[in-house]
């Protein structure tokens, strides 16, 4: 190949040894991605779980101050 860039093209061009290279490659690059990926869903499933936890602990203390507040009526 003149420009030594390798696309779905010309990958037919290659040996067959040099296409499960090329594919092998391709697999692994794409593993690190979605590994990637699956961390900041992790990252983010986490801060949205902390802010839900935090909105129902405001909840829970501005009801119960509505409680001794009726209470003391």
């Known amino acids: ?6 696309t779905r093209w010309n990958v037919s061009q290659l040996s067959s040894y040099e296409q499960l290279q090329y594919h092998r490659e391709r697999r692994a690059a794409v593993r690190e991605e979605i590994a990637k990926m699956n961390a900041q869903a992790g990252n983010f499933t986490s801060i949205q779980m902390q802010k839900s936890i935090g909105m129902g602990d405001i909840v829970s203390r ?8 009726g209470k003391k009526a």
């Open 62 to 69: 501005a009801a119960m101050s509505r409680i001794v507040a």
């Open 1 to 6: 190949m003149s420009t030594g860039k390798i």
